[in-house]
């Protein structure tokens, strides 16, 4: 494995990368529960698992999921339609509706996470304990505070990239 001098270099073997380990991450789900989890978008998937058992407010829910307020709306209409979760009155002010987990989109969640800690398992077994604490370091780093898709790093390399 020869990793590239340069900068640009290894951002393209990055993104050479990335689509393979995200596949190998992918097929590691058992087809069981790929199958119960097909009739549901990744987004819907990322949602559920961010609902607690008491809920998210709309505000809450855009914040976890990293999206404008407008789009969690969108989310929870389908969460709701497919019968994933519900809109409940919040105990504390009458005001503000939270979106709740049903029984079926819990176990859905739980599914997906499950299935999501086997495949991440699986795939880093493959790295001894230094290189696992070195990907977590990396991706610590990168789930920072920098502003969306602005390296903190890489700076002006990601406009170079774009071009």
Same mark, same amino acid.
């Given at each position: ?22 596949a190998q991450l992918a097929s590691a789900v ?6 119960? !989890? ?44 497919r019968g994933l979760a519900t809109r409940v ?62 390296s903190p790093v890489a700076g002006d390399l990601?406009?170079? !990239?774009?071009?």
């Amino acid at each position: 494995m020869r990793i590239p001098r340069s900068r640009r270099g290894k951002l393209e073997r990055f993104l050479e990368l990335q689509p393979v380990v995200w596949a190998q991450l992918a097929s590691a789900v058992p087809d069981e529960v790929r199958g119960e !989890l097909s009739s549901v978008t990744t987004h819907q998937l990322r949602a559920l698992v961010q609902l607690e058992d008491g809920g998210l407010t709309m505000r809450e829910l855009a914040d976890a999921m990293q999206v404008m307020a407008p789009t969690a709306t969108v989310l929870a209409d389908r969460l709701a339609a497919r019968g994933l979760a519900t809109r409940v009155a919040d105990p504390h002010d009458k005001r503000v509706v939270r979106l709740v987990p049903t029984d079926r989109g819990r176990a859905i969640a739980r599914q997906f996470r499950s299935a999501q800690r086997r495949s991440a398992a699986s795939l880093f077994s493959r790295l001894r304990d230094e290189q696992l604490d070195a990907l977590l370091d990396v991706m610590e780093t990168l789930a920072g505070t920098a502003p969306h898709g602005v390296s903190p790093v890489a700076g002006d390399l990601t406009l170079e !990239l774009a071009r």
